[in-house]
Every structure is written in C-alpha cells, then in structure tokens.
C-alpha cells in the first residue's frame, strides 16, 4: 500500500496537471487536456528527480511556481486548522501556510527518490451539477507492477474565475481530513498552544500515518 509520501506525491503531481478552465460544457476539453498533458508531466517528473539533493530551494521554487497558480495552499491550509484558525493572528495564519506547503514540497521530493514508474489515465472531469463552481476530476494512477490507485480532485472556482484544486482523494482516504484531523490531534496534546503546532507541523506531517487508514477505507 503507498506510503504518506506516495499520497503527497500522487497528489502534487495531479495538481501540474489542472491547469485548464473547466466550465459546464468543457468537462470533456479538460480531460482531453490533461490526457495530453500527462506525458509532459512525467518527464518533469523525471527531470526533477536528483534537484532536492543538489539544490533544496531551487525544488521548493519550482514546486511553487508550478503549483501555487493551481491549488489554493491558504484554502486548504485554513481548513486543516479547522476552528483553530479563530485562534490565529495574520502573521501565524501566514505562516503556516508556509509550513504545510514546505512540508507537502519535502514529502514530494522524498518520494521522487523511490517512485516507479507509473501511468495516468485521467476518467472524466464533472462540474457540479448543483453549483456550476465546483468540479471533480476523476483519475487512476497505475503502477509499473500494474496496481491501480483511484485519485479524485475536488476543484472550485474563485472569484477571478480561475478553478483551483481544494482538496484530493486518494484511494478512499480524504487528505484534507486526515490532515485536519492531526492538526487537532497535535492542539490537543501541546494543550492549545498554537504556535508549537506550527513549529512542528513538519513532524506532524512525517508521522501521520495514512497507509493505515488507506488498508480501513
């Protein structure tokens, strides 16, 4: 079963790939797109392999200039915190949105070091039929072994009308939830105090175990 490392990795991967507006009746486009797109991603993938070890923050700049245009880090940082958030200033809210994205960025990187090769089929693209704002993007990611891994994006249009990925699936198991959920594992045994469990969101992260809830789901 893929390790936490794998989930981030499937993760942040998938998010290079929506890149394309997604409005009612281009559903179709956008699978299309990120069809086409996949052998490209892959070989990014491929190129970035040994640039952790030779240069940490030229792989923490790349990863943000790739991703920060599409997933909204603050969103989904802001529900991790949860309720917590209420107890935040500005500048630990900004903060921690620092922390997860240098957190998820160090998980992709180690993870690049054992991936195999995989393939993507990307399913469909949904919008919502009930609010035209929302969408799902449904994807297998399929191991050299032959394993397949179902992933699902969860995707919103902001006000700019960009579509930004808000949360990920992976076999079953919520990221955004699991992530929260430590969140408020970590407030409860440091007592409340906040600023600690975002000094230490890294080990947090490192130690969250989400191939156990995988094998639950």
């Known amino acids: 079963m893929f390790a936490l490392k794998h989930h981030i990795l499937l993760g942040l991967l ?21 069809d086409e797109n996949t052998q490209r ?4 993938l491929n ?29 989904i ?11 935040t200033t500005p500048e630990q809210r900004d903060e921690f949105v620092v922390k997860f994205k240098r957190s998820l960025f160090d998980s992709y990187a180690q993870a690049l070091v054992n991936a195999e090769d995989f393939e993507i089929q990307v399913k469909e693209a ?36 960009k579509w ?3 949360n990920v699936i992976v076999e079953g198991v919520n990221i955004g ?6 969140f408020s594992q970590e407030m409860e045994e440091n007592r409340g105090q906040i600023q600690v469990v975002i000094d230490g969101w890294s080990d947090a992260v490192e130690s969250l175990n989400l191939e156990r809830e995988v094998d639950n789901s």
């Open 126 to 161: 949904t919008i919502n039929p009930q609010s035209d704002d929302r969408a799902s993007v449904q994807m297998e990611v399929i191991s050299a072994s032959g394993n397949r891994y179902p992933v699902t994006y969860s995707m919103y249009k902001n006000s700019e009308g």
């Open 41 to 44: 991603l892959v070989e990014k």
């Open 47 to 75: 190129e970035e392999r040994g640039l952790y070890e030779r240069d940490p923050e030229a792989f923490y700049e790349s990863m943000d200039k790739a991703l920060t245009d599409f997933v909204d880090f603050r969103r």
């Open 177 to 182: 939830l699991a992530f929260r959920d430590r």
């Open 164 to 166: 930004l990925m808000e």
């Open 14 to 34: 998938m998010a290079l790939v929506l890149v394309m507006p997604a409005h009612a009746g281009e559903a179709e486009d956008l699978r299309n797109y990120v």
């Open 77 to 87: 940082a802001a529900r991790v915190m949860g309720r917590y958030a209420r107890q």
